[in-house]
């Protein structure tokens, strides 16, 4: 896989992670005002509240979280890695705030972090890429 593919995957994957984050929370909103019902000084679940099922797809959203926490995981170590390979400071900031930094920045908020406009973070962030295909091709591992 080109590198540019593979620092593209990782961004996809900690978008979906947000997005799944979202339905667990939602769905664990959900269950706050709907899962007790009050009858007097009884508190009970109603027979047809679907709070287990609620539960259940909370449950599941959590265990794909975490398998997707863990691949995002190692995908990262490998993706700093190759970062590593790179001598320009400016090139591995570039792909590290647009790629791997977890607040999921636009290509001009890295260009407002590093002090450039935005094309000029494009440029850094091209020349970086072409650099990582170029040591990927002569036989270096990423």
């Given at each position: 896989m080109k590198a540019r593919e593979y620092?593209?995957?990782?961004?996809?994957?900690?978008i979906e992670i947000v997005q799944?984050?979202?339905?667990?929370?939602?769905?664990?909103?959900?269950?706050?005002?709907?899962?007790?019902?009050y009858d007097l000084?009884?508190?009970q679940t109603s027979p047809e509240d679907p709070m287990y099922d609620v539960l259940a797809e909370v449950e599941e959203y959590k265990k794909e979280m975490l398998k997707r926490l863990h691949r995002l995981i190692l995908?990262?170590?490998?993706?700093?890695?190759?970062?590593?390979?790179?001598?320009?400071?400016?090139?591995r900031q570039a792909?590290?705030?647009?790629?791997l930094d977890p607040s999921l920045l636009?290509?001009?908020?890295?260009?407002?972090k590093m002090i450039?406009?935005?094309?000029?973070?494009?440029?850094?962030h091209?020349?970086?890429m072409a650099k990582l295909e170029k040591l990927s091709v002569n036989g270096r591992q990423h």
């Open positions: 620092f593209k995957q990782i961004k996809r994957e900690q799944l984050q979202e339905k667990i929370d939602t769905a664990e909103a959900s269950l706050l005002p709907k899962a007790i019902r000084d009884k508190v995908r990262r170590i490998k993706a700093i890695r190759m970062l590593d390979q790179l001598s320009d400071t400016r090139q792909l590290f705030l647009y790629y636009t290509m001009e908020q890295v260009g407002e450039y406009s935005e094309r000029e973070a494009w440029r850094i091209d020349a970086a």
